[in-house]
């Protein structure tokens, strides 16, 4: 059973960078769609980034977009999220997700069976 750990997060203020790292062990990521989410307190998980069939289709939310990078490297087992220009509003625990979903459906959380524990994200003002 693949096991997704995610690490990178922490506190940095507007403008910055960071970048997030998600490795799957006990497995591959080899067949998966490898999915970024965040969460805020009291909002649903929240579809950011995924990347599939390796890195030809990397797919943004528009609140992302110009902004933040998904890769990954299939050799390391690991997807990174790099993130640039970050927000305050950026702020929230970053889960990173693995799974097979169907076309039209890899905005959704239900997609994807295997999850992180998550990282803190957290942009100051």
């Known amino acids: 059973q693949v096991q997704l750990v995610e690490s990178g997060g922490g506190t940095v203020q507007t403008g910055g960078s960071l970048r997030l790292s998600c490795t799957a062990s006990g497995g591959t990521f080899s067949g998966y769609t490898v999915a970024w989410f965040r969460q805020t307190p009291g909002k649903d998980r929240e579809f950011a980034a995924t990347?599939?069939?390796?890195?030809?289709?990397?797919y943004y939310a528009d609140s992302v977009k110009g902004r933040f990078t998904i890769s990954r490297d299939n050799a390391k087992n690991t997807v990174y999220l790099h993130m640039d220009s970050l927000k305050p509003s950026d702020t929230g625990v970053y889960y990173c997700?693995?799974?097979?979903?169907?076309?039209?459906?890899?905005?959704?959380?239900?997609?994807?069976?295997?999850w992180g524990q998550g990282t803190q994200v957290t942009v100051s003002s």
């Open positions: 990347i599939y069939l390796g890195n030809k289709y990397p």
């Open positions: 997700a693995a799974g097979r979903p169907i076309l039209g459906s890899i905005r959704q959380s239900s997609s994807y069976g295997y």
